[in-house]
């Protein structure tokens, strides 16, 4: 549930509170089903997709990196997955530490 907790939260951020109908007219699931989904309710997979490209699709680079990172999980062993893994976790950590030094001044 956390990430789809993080998937509403992108997409409100991105697109601001609109109204259920609203985002049932952008997203083309049924009002009543956004309701629940915004109440909590776990979503299906494709629910979720479509949260989903709605939020990277906002993010200039956001989509083409997923399927990149795609097509890298069905073409490269463990060992090359694995040196990805850890250069992103360090990018992120870099990123993180960059941040909270900021908020600190």
Same mark, same amino acid.
């Given at each position: $549930? #956390?990430?789809? *907790?993080? =998937? ?12 259920? *109908?609203?985002?049932? *007219?952008?997203?083309? =699931? ?5 309701? +629940?989904? $915004?109440?909590? #309710?776990? $979503? ?5 997709? =479509?949260?989903?490209? @709605? ?19 069905? @073409? ?12 992103? +976790? ?10 909270? @030094?900021?908020?600190? #001044?």
């Amino acid at each position: $549930m #956390k990430l789809q *907790k993080w =998937i509403i939260d992108k997409y409100t951020d991105l697109y601001g509170l609109k109204t259920l *109908k609203e985002i049932s *007219k952008d997203t083309g =699931i049924q009002v009543t089903r956004v309701f +629940r989904l $915004m109440h909590g #309710k776990e $979503m299906k997979i494709g629910e979720f997709e =479509i949260f989903q490209e @709605k939020v990277f699709n906002n993010f200039e680079k956001g989509s083409s990196v997923i399927e990149l990172a795609n097509e890298c999980l069905l @073409k490269l062993g463990n060992q090359k997955l694995g040196e990805i893994d850890e250069f992103l +976790r360090r990018t992120l950590n870099i990123a993180e530490l960059k941040r909270n @030094k900021g908020e600190k #001044k």
